[in-house]
């Protein structure tokens, strides 16, 4: 696991609210991501985010098809098997946490079963970004991806 991302396990959501405040959005991945969900706060965080990642979510596959590299859209790996599901769009836009710029990764038009759901991701350092997930207009969870070279 990158090392950044072994630390932020073991912090506070009021800390990665810090640390997410401080990015600038940086460039949208384009690509295969490893992800790593984050129960921010928690003494299981870490166990929590090896569970996640064998048994549900392994992180996100990015296509950029704007021009400009500015939008696209990406798919889900979900279950031990990496299976591509849960379509989004990829866009940037103010965040809802901070009104600042981020890469919002939207599922209200193309998915049912995620519909209610927004993702957010600022890169804090290069390839590597921390991500706030939102149901309606709730946090629910935080989590890291990183760019596979």
Do not use: H
């Not at 990406?74 to 710029?101: H, Q, T």
């Amino acid at each position: 696991m990158n090392k950044t991302i072994d630390t932020w396990l073991g912090k506070s959501r009021a800390e990665l609210d810090d640390i997410y405040r401080g990015a600038a959005p940086g460039e949208i991945p384009d690509g295969d991501t490893q992800g790593t969900a984050i129960l921010a706060g928690s003494r299981y965080a870490k166990t929590v985010a090896a569970a996640a990642r064998i048994l549900a979510w392994q992180g996100k596959v990015f296509d950029l098809f704007s021009s400009d590299g500015q939008s696209g859209i990406l798919v889900n790996k979900i279950s031990p098997f990496s299976v591509k599901c849960i379509v989004a769009k990829v866009y940037r836009d103010n965040s809802w946490l901070d009104g600042k710029e981020t890469i919002v990764i939207d599922y209200s038009k193309t998915s049912l079963a995620a519909r209610l759901i927004r993702d957010e991701i600022r890169e804090v350092e290069p390839g590597v970004y921390l991500g706030k997930v939102w149901w309606k207009k709730r946090r629910i969870l935080d989590f890291a991806l990183t760019r596979n070279r």
